[in-house]
């Protein structure tokens, strides 16, 4: 991959459906806290399922230990969750409540 076009944008990463299971939910810590010392803008869809299956508990456990290790401050991660309602005829969902995690996003971005 060569990247031709400088910009001042950071990358974006976007995962869903991350937390329904323990071992994942612990890998995808590991994925955002590098992405975001890289300077990215880590977006996460997650629903109930990640509390049932506890993948959510051991993310966010997982995610603070590697905070916690990290000698510097300003690597603590920026992060705001947005909790939001989606519908989808498709899946057959007429109400869903989600939660919309952003990591590191760019200033002045509304998240709502």
């Known amino acids: 991959l060569v990247e031709t ?3 001042d944008d950071p990358p974006i990463v976007v995962a869903s ?4 299971d323990r071992r ?21 869809g997650d629903d109930d399922t990640g509390l ?3 993948g959510r508990e ?3 456990s997982e995610l603070e230990r590697l ?14 969750i947005v909790h939001t309602t989606i519908k989808q005829k498709v899946f ?6 989600v939660r919309i995690l952003h990591f590191n996003a760019p200033t002045g971005v509304d998240l709502g």
Do not use: M
């Open 17 to 20: 459906a991350v937390f329904y």
């Open 67 to 80: 905070q916690s290790e990290s000698a510097k401050d300003e690597e603590r991660l920026r992060y705001k």
């Open 24 to 44: 994942l939910g612990k890998a995808v810590a590991r994925h955002v806290f590098e992405a975001c010392r890289q300077g990215a803008w880590v977006i996460l």
């Open 58 to 60: 051991v993310f966010e």
């Open 92 to 97: 057959g969902w007429t109400e869903k409540p």
């Open 52 to 54: 049932r299956d506890g």
């Open 5 to 7: 076009k400088k910009n």
